[in-house]
């Protein structure tokens, strides 16, 4: 009978048998498969409807063919995954809700916004390693004009965007955890709290993000005891170019300075000539960064020891019309070979 | 190092060491302090802006209340409560988002329309018996005017329902989760797919629904191995009274009948001179339903097993207008003395 917690420090979990990633795949869209890491994606989009008569479809079914995608990969038929973590950005999370009535698998829906994939990872391994799963699918998926037109403005208008804007990925990343097999393996975890330091710009969702970012990060190393050094790569969700900096000075402030080895998945995934501003942003942009880049640097050996800390912004059109400011969210998984 | 799957069938979880439902608590408004169960409430509400600007402020001062308030019960300071697992049926889970925001206790954020209490039971139970936390909480608070005007009309408006509509519940349910301690406990639960039989009329969800129930209830019966008889009352979320009847009727075709201790928190929850035509609805239905008059019978060993099945609806506004059915998903959670 198994009475050991397995938490550790204030927010932090430690895995006593670390879960395995065992296959990961990924869907981009045209212009994130113009970016730098373009030929990495397994899947690169020609076009934003994917044959779907609604965006919404085609982001819906970025999940469903994302999922079978990593099932080939690892050679499962559906049916052998027993449960499916994932989530989206739009209301009731609807990408995810008819990816999953088509995929057959039972299902549970998270909704984290950005944080979306780090929160299911964190999930994910904690239902392997408790014992009640052996094999399950974390999936996330965001596409940039379904976003635009529900949080912001419709695209066809060409509203000017600020310096500080962020544009959201079109892209799905899934990853298979597993209790037994080869692959990098998630050893601890860290849930976040929601931070709200008064910043209502949505325009700058990097700004609004990053103590939420600092706040779990120090929360991780003050928990678990380990030193940023442990890691090869320290990289956030997507905060962008602004928000990064802004993280990386608070964690210094909070005596827990970072060092080099930090990045973004929104800094990286667009070229600065892609005319994105600040970054990527979605919940997508973690995902496919993640489920392609990373984890293959990872199998590579390029990376032995990554902290992903995917960070969502948690506030809806609604909250900000009704003079709320931006409670904002991060949750910290360590991925190690 | 336990290596024991926890997993009974192809969607069910049995709990090794059943976790305990030490203390669970209540808020509702004035029509539901109204209905039947009116006194067994903990806190009606006067009205439906709770001393905040806006109904939804509101709604997540219900939850942000709630939390408190089953805190209290247990003698616990909020900042012993290890993990929030909560969620709403607002576009972004704002409700939940804001609640967390002022609670500052880490926080996960589901969704699964009316069906997020028993998913958030059913994955603290796994939190709780993988080990890797003692107490956690899981909360979910529905409000009827934020959801009929971002659903369906503005109330203002006094647009007619059908006989087969619901009525959204202005409720929140939180329940502590524990290890250890005195209480009924979660013994197993089921993980519910996404159903949908191409049901698209957003005026009767029950219709809807009831399939989703049913087969959920049917996985529950074939994986545990158990008989409908074993449980004092199988009670699902919210199908309404028309829903309830086609629920059993489905039941009944696929050689699983239900016998006669069988109810819905929707056709509990109002009397029918509350003109609310097919019964209560949202996630805050079955929340308060459970995290009160349910649970206080279980107290009181008037009921011992019961098996409570969460059901949700998961369209939003945009795939109903996009001539999208509804998909619907419920998960089961059985509560034993």
Redesign the interface.
């Known amino acids: 009978?198994?009475?050991?917690?397995?938490?550790t420090g204030?927010?932090s979990?430690y895995f006593?048998?670390p879960p395995v990633i065992t296959n990961w795949a990924n869907i981009v869209g045209p212009m994130e498969g113009q970016g730098p890491y373009g030929q990495e994606f397994d899947w690169v989009l020609e076009d934003y409807l994917f044959g779907e008569?609604?965006w919404?479809?085609a982001e819906a079914k970025m999940l469903r063919e994302t999922v079978k995608l990593v099932a080939s990969k690892a050679n499962l038929p559906l049916g052998n995954i027993?449960?499916l973590l994932a989530?989206d950005?739009?209301?009731?999370?609807?990408s995810a809700?008819?990816a999953?009535?088509e995929l057959?698998?039972?299902?549970?829906?998270?909704?984290?916004?950005c944080s979306t994939m780090a929160?299911g990872i964190?999930?994910g391994a904690?239902?392997i390693?408790?014992?009640?799963?052996?094999t399950l699918t974390v999936g996330v998926t965001s596409h940039h004009h379904t976003a635009e037109r529900?949080f912001r403005f419709p695209t066809e208008q060409g509203a000017q965007r600020l310096p500080s804007s962020q544009w959201t990925v079109t892209g799905c990343g899934c990853l298979i955890i597993q209790?037994d097999g080869v692959g990098p393996r998630i050893t601890t975890a860290t849930?976040?709290?929601?931070?709200?330091l008064g910043q209502s710009d949505v325009n700058d969702m990097g700004a609004a993000m990053a103590p939420a970012a600092a706040d779990t990060i120090v929360a991780h190393f003050r928990d678990t005891g380990r030193d940023p050094r442990y890691y090869d790569l320290i990289i956030t969700g997507d905060l962008g170019k602004y928000g990064l900096a802004l993280m990386e000075s608070l964690c210094q402030k909070l005596n827990c300075p970072l060092g080099q080895h930090v990045s973004d998945c929104g800094v990286l995934i667009y070229d600065i000539d892609q005319d994105v501003h600040a970054g990527g942003s979605g919940c997508g942009c973690s995902a496919v960064m993640l489920c392609g880049p990373l984890l293959n640097r990872m199998q590579a050996k390029e990376f032995n020891r990554i902290l992903l800390v995917g960070t969502g912004a948690?506030?809806?059109?609604?909250?900000s019309l009704?003079g709320?400011t931006i409670?904002c969210?991060a949750h910290a998984v360590a991925i190690e070979n």
Chains 1, 2 share one sequence.
Request: aromatic share 8%.
């Open positions: 009978m198994p009475r050991v917690s397995k938490r204030q927010q979990i006593e048998n008569q609604s919404e479809k027993e449960v989530g950005l739009l209301n009731q999370i609807i809700n008819f999953a009535r057959k698998i039972p299902f549970l829906g998270l909704y984290g916004a929160e964190a999930l904690m239902l390693d408790g014992g009640f799963y052996s529900q209790r849930v976040g709290k929601v931070i709200d948690l506030m809806s059109t609604t909250s009704q709320e409670p969210i």
